[in-house]
């Protein structure tokens, strides 16, 4: 089984909605079994709070389910709990690196580092475009699951 953590700054827009177009990704391919897909934050901002309400938003306009979701923190132990610990842009991997230490097995990626266009993901918290944020994280997660289809 394959395991993806998605972090973001406070886990109620970009991770959360990369956890669910993954999770709706896996499942409409018939590989469910074969994933664990959850999301994380790398600050204190949101912890316990709800999905983001553009999330939701945008995620029900193009059919996919919001999984049940509440902000929580990640922490060190999850380095040694998930194969892919995938950031949203270059600040979330620097915090990451920061809460882990290291990385000496390679785990930490950005999501747009899969495609052929490497960047970072807006956040919409600011930009309040969640359309593009979600173009993008669907994006990512395309690129992503077809090289994590590679290895299984």
């Not at 938003?57 to 380095?79: C, E, F, Q, W």
Request: aromatic residues 6%.
């Amino acid at each position: 089984m394959l395991k993806i953590l998605f972090v973001c700054h406070g886990n109620t827009c970009r991770s959360t909605m990369a956890e669910s177009v993954m999770t709706h990704m896996v499942r409409k391919r018939g590989l469910g079994k074969r994933f664990l897909i959850r999301s994380a934050a790398t600050r204190n901002d949101e912890i316990g709070n709800p999905v983001h309400h553009g999330t939701v938003n945008v995620l029900r306009k193009h059919g996919i389910p919001v999984v049940p979701h509440r902000a929580v923190r990640m922490t060190a132990s999850d380095y040694d709990g998930y194969d892919y610990i995938i950031g949203m842009d270059g600040e979330n991997a620097r915090d990451i690196l920061r809460i882990l230490g290291s990385d000496p097995q390679g785990k930490v990626h950005s999501l747009l580092d899969f495609t052929e266009r490497p960047r970072a993901i807006a956040d919409p918290w600011y930009t309040g475009n969640f359309d593009e944020t979600y173009a993008d994280v669907t994006e990512g997660c395309e690129a992503l699951l077809n090289r994590l289809i590679s290895e299984l």
